[in-house]
């Protein structure tokens, strides 16, 4: 057996199963911001504090999640470039 072509098909599935999940999560995520938004609208009785806060809230979310997204790419590249020194 080759393994460190076993090692490198099972980073590729890591990396596969991080980005579908990322995605799906970024879907989910971006429909709750636009239900809460359109919720917010609507509702005339929420201060625009509250509004602000929240959107302060989304924002961070997605901030927290494009450097997570990064720091795991970071990680597979890293990993796939030791894997190919060592070949």
Known sequence: MYPGLIAKQM???????????????????????????????????????????VAQWMEIFKTSRNEYKSAMDDIFSRMQDLLDDRQ
Request: no cysteine.
């Open 11 to 53: 980073i590729g599935f890591q990396k596969t199963a991080l980005d579908n999940t990322y995605k799906s999560m970024v879907m989910l995520q971006n429909h709750t911001e636009k239900m809460a938004s359109m919720l917010l609208d609507q509702t005339t009785w929420i201060p625009e504090e509250s509004n602000r806060l």
